[in-house]
């Protein structure tokens, strides 16, 4: 079966203020598309059937990485997966985790940005048409029901971001620009644990860029999913810390992925966590703070038990990291 | 929804095509052009069959858009033969039976090829790590991973 694109208009526009424009002349009806790797296949299965596709490539300030005066890293949101995964001007976590999102092909592709605002999943949403008219359209897909959790009124699709956790983890800041200018906000502020409204951006809101504060502490990122490519996260750990010489944490942000409809920071673990040397004892406690409010739904590749057995096992893998 | 004229350089050769802006790589790749030797697969992303290099760089027809070609250009399966004498990559495949069904052939020959480009002596990790957007519902990974090396060694040579 082929799953062709619904007709749409693609427009390319070389500035900001024009895409900006256009998106908000649109009323709605048109889309951004990074590289286009998470929105067409929503198209092809009729998730979405945006009246406009609006291209960021043309956009020059959009793309690259550089590090400013003070020595922060700069990253534009159109910049390739792959380039990040690429560069030695990003934190070696950041090209880490981008080196793990999806495949080389996509990576080629796929934008930062892009994966930074990539749509919630869910086993219910993210299938073909038929498919959902046939089982009843879910919430997310303008119907009445969760199928996930039927009983409740809240969308429980997955973020399904890599890059999410590191920058939050990392303390970074993301840079908008809409209709009413431009705006800063913390990475961790953009997000939402809600399914269908995930984000704090408005449809004519464009993500331009990622600034990430210099950070000389140790940093990791440790991934769950059913196979070592392609494949979304199960789980996602992004922690950075600070240790003074004798492993001493400082001070730490532990970031858990793709268990709710946003990353997580593990607050109670991080509290936990300063003050004290990652002992194997003190990495267990951890993990079990940073996991026992999770609570993962059966509604991706591996059942909600699994993950939720697997939550703390990532946390301790990134805590020993840190260690090492 | 208008269509528009574009024109795209497909293995080396420039092609003016009509098409409505909805269309993929893929679909303008099979059916304007026949250039049927780039499969299509899962057509979302997920099986690397419809792999082509552009600019050198491997991606995914079926996620790319015609007109987001734009002044770059692809190289498909067919175009890797060079006067009809099969690439290197080409040949080692077929002399190692790396394909049972073959319908992911083509898209691990354009992965293989862009690694070899980049890296002239790539490590079985590396090769892995290079194929791990190409599906082969037949496992048939080792004779593939065989074929890579061999490539490797004969392009290696003065």
Redesign the interface.
Known sequence: MTLRLPLFEYRTPTSLAEAVAILSDSDGGAVIAGGGTDLFPKMKRRQTTPTTVVSLSAIPELSGIEIDSEGNCRLGASTPVAAVAASELVPAVVAAAAAEIASPQIRNTATLGGNLCLDTRCNYIDMPELWREASGHCLKDGGDTCWVAPRGDRCWAISSTDLAPVVIALNGTLRLVGPRGERETPAEALYRNDGIDYHDRSDDEILTQVMLPPFGGRATYRKLRRRGSIDFPLVGVAAAAHLDDRGTVGSIRLVVGAVASAPLRATAAEEFLVGRQLTDEVIEEAARLASHHVRPQDNTDTGSRYRKWMTPVFVTRALQDLRA | ?SERVLTIEVNGEPHRILS?????LL?VLREDLGLTGTK?GC????C?AC?VL?DG????AC???A??VGDRTVTTIEGLAADGNPDPVQKAFAERGAAQCGYCTPGMII?SRALLDGNPDPSTEEIN??L????CRCTGYNKIVEAVHLAASREARP
Not at chain 2, 20 to 24: A, M
Not at chain 2, 132 to 135: D, E, F, T
């Open positions: 929804m409505s802006d909805n269309r993929t679909e299509h057509d979302v992303g997920e690397g792999s552009m760089q491997p991606v995914l996620l790319v858009l007109l987001q992965s790590t290079a791990a957007g190409n599906l």
